[in-house]
């Protein structure tokens, strides 16, 4: 049993529709239910409170209006319908598990109290009628009507109001007032509507119209309990408008992705339908008699929360602000809140100049587009977002024509983008809309400059990096960024502040690696932005020692380590680590007065930046040789040093 709206609430709804909205149109929006099956849905307009059932797991959850949880109420066996009192102080549970109906208090979405309703009743289906809880109950398929008066302190559960219905699912139950509707779903259905004013069902009119009767899903009672919409397979697809008084159609509301499963009445008589498809349109919404839908929603297949919408999972809050629909799919069942459903969607644009001089004017236009026009006077509020005004400064209303057009002139005091917003608040009839559009707004180019580009470094040089401020408006500040070389070190904000008198900002940076520092202005409402790089690049530490040779000795002015030519010689190199670093050994030998190459290879470096490298085979004696170790930048297994190369080792070979 959905949420019933009484007159009340009818005429507050009004009121604060014709009022209008004031600021931008909230956000749909779509939260994930820890719930495992899906029971009925019941809203609380006065607490702002959402309660689903969830018969698998035994319990009601209570959520905000924007689908957080707040509560949960367990201990409640195969809890399926509920029905929620026109006050909106007591939510009413069908608990087939228990053989009870249980009372929810909505100040504090706990039990208030159980119940019974015999033994084997096993109630399913409930609703809230002439000051009484009506329940269907019985085991499929024998079904009956029983009902009981809360306000008594020890009340009467009176059974068999009814004779056997005879049907295999319990049949729904809608009320509004003293009206208690009975519907029949399945492949014949059926409507019965009855006054229960006197705590008796008093049959006014039974029966349905032939467009209706086949495979009825849902079907929705209006606040004032004169218009029935069944949720059916009347062909083509289409819901039923059926008059209460006697069941006779008058009307139908097509909808085109197949039969209808879910429907719902706002209080001002707007018609909400939802049908089970995968890839077409889920919500349909209609004004009353109207024959196309002024609103739909879709949601695709692989959107969290699925596509579909359960089988009587459609409900308004009782001010019609907002429409709640249960989605389920592969991952999970979804609260979607559908926010001024019951008004007619409103598009607005702005059109503004993609480039303008700061301090000339400017002129924009705009427009206001919907499928029912607007009323006369309305107006849109313009707003301004600049460097000066992050914020926003209101440009005052401007009104909008019968075609919804608009238009409005300014003159921008700051530089850089600059977004003009029309916001148009809504009314009784047209939900809130907004639209905007930015407009680049030229300002003085800035001078920037950053030192040291290009330089190279020895490894762990301290480097000075300065940045250089021209004349700016206000802003004097400065940004300075270090971006070492390699993914391991990112890049990292190292100094923030205004330039000093001769309009420089320093910063020291170890020259471990290739580096790249950049220094950024932001602008200010009539200087231009500016970022600046310099890359600067870092050698690495390299060096190599020799070893098992039997003397070092000098020929001419070098000095040379001697072998015997059985003995290997051992080449040790020490260079800074990286991952996966290797470094490049070179072989040279000395013939004829010149030097010429004999050969290179890669060695792994060990993690504690080592490596030793044995020169092996058969040494020729006589022969003057030498050998370097060399980081080579992209060969060497990484990019985030420049290629440095070591001192040449020179050695030679005896017998």
Request: hydrophobic content about 35%; proline content about 5%; charged content about 15%.
């Amino acid at each position: 049993m959905r949420t019933v709206a009484t007159a009340l609430a009818v005429l507050f709804s009004s009121t604060a529709l014709a009022a209008g909205t004031v600021g931008p149109a909230a956000a749909d929006s779509s939260t994930a239910l820890s719930i495992s099956s899906y029971g009925d849905i019941a809203v609380d307009g006065v607490h702002k409170r959402v309660y689903i059932s969830d018969p698998a797991g035994n319990k009601v959850v209570v959520t905000d209006y924007a689908g957080k949880l707040v509560a949960t109420v367990p201990d409640l066996s195969g809890v399926r319908d509920l029905a929620i009192t026109p006050d909106s102080r007591t939510v009413y549970a069908a608990v087939p598990g228990e053989d009870a109906v249980v009372a929810i208090e909505t100040s504090t979405s706990t039990t208030a109290a159980r119940y019974s309703t015999g033994e084997n009743t096993d109630p399913q289906t409930l609703a809230v009628a002439g000051g009484r809880v009506w329940f269907m109950y019985g085991q499929q398929p024998s079904h009956h009507l029983g009902s009981f008066d809360p306000a008594q302190s020890t009340p009467e559960m009176v059974l068999d109001q009814l004779p056997d219905l005879g049907f295999y699912d319990a049949p729904e139950l809608e009320s509004a007032g003293s009206t208690l509707v009975i519907g029949i779903h399945g492949t014949w259905s059926g409507l019965a509507v009855y006054d229960v004013s006197s705590g008796t069902p008093v049959l006014r009119k039974q029966g349905m119209p032939a467009e209706a009767a086949n495979y009825m899903n849902d079907f929705a009672l209006s606040a004032d309990a004169e218009q029935i919409v069944a949720a059916s397979g009347e062909s083509p697809y289409a819901a039923t408008a059926i008059n209460t008084d006697d069941l006779s159609r008058t009307g139908g509301y097509p909808v085109e992705a197949g039969n209808p499963n879910s429907a719902a009445i706002a209080p001002d008589g707007t018609i909400a339908l939802s049908t089970f498809s995968w890839y077409d349109k889920d919500i349909f919404v209609f004004k009353p008699g109207a024959k196309t839908p002024y609103r739909t929603y879709t949601y695709d297949l692989n959107t969290s929360g699925g596509d579909t919408i359960a089988s009587q999972g459609l409900t308004w809050a009782p001010d019609g602000s907002k429409l709640f629909a249960i989605a389920s799919g592969n991952s999970g069942t979804y609260l979607r809140v559908l926010d001024n459903a019951t008004r007619y969607p409103v598009k607005a644009s702005v059109s503004a100049p993609a480039k303008a001089t700061r301090g000339k004017k400017l002129s924009a236009t705009g427009k206001l587009t919907s499928d029912k026009s607007f009323p006369s006077g309305s107006t849109v509020t313009i707003t301004r977002t600049d460097i000066d005004s992050p914020k926003g400064k209101s440009l005052g209303t401007r009104t909008v024509s019968s075609s919804g057009t608009f238009s409005f002139t300014d003159v921008p005091p700051a530089g850089g983008n600059v977004t003009y917003t029309a916001q148009y608040g809504g009314d009784a009839t047209h939900a809130p809309a907004s639209g905007k559009d930015t407009v680049a707004v030229s300002r003085t180019a800035t001078s920037l400059t950053l030192n040291h580009n290009g330089s190279l470094y020895s490894y762990g040089t301290d480097v000075s990096f300065t940045a250089h401020l021209g004349s700016t408006y206000k802003n004097r500040t400065v940004e300075l960024w270090v971006n070492p070389f390699g993914s391991d070190k990112p890049n990292k904000l190292v100094k923030t502040g205004k330039v000093n008198s001769k309009g420089n900002l320093s910063t020291t940076v170890d020259m471990t690696r290739d580096t790249t520092v950049t220094a950024v202005f932001a602008g200010d409402a009539r200087s231009a932005s500016k970022t600046v790089k310099a890359t600067t690049y870092a050698k690495v530490r390299v060096s190599t020692s020799v070893s098992k040779q039997y003397k070092t000795a000098k020929i001419g002015s070098t000095s040379y380590a001697y072998f015997h030519k059985k003995t290997n010689p051992v080449f040790t190199t020490t260079m800074t680590y990286y991952k996966n670093r290797s470094h490049r050994l070179n072989l040279e030998i000395y013939y004829q007065g010149k030097w010429y190459d004999a050969g290179s290879q890669y060695f792994k470096l060990g993690t504690n930046g080592k490596s030793a490298v044995t020169l092996t085979g058969t040494h020729d004696t006589g022969y003057r040789m030498r050998m370097r170790a060399s980081y080579i930048n992209g060969s060497s297994g990484d990019n985030v040093n420049s290629t440095t190369y070591g001192a040449w080792k020179y050695f030679y070979f005896t017998k």
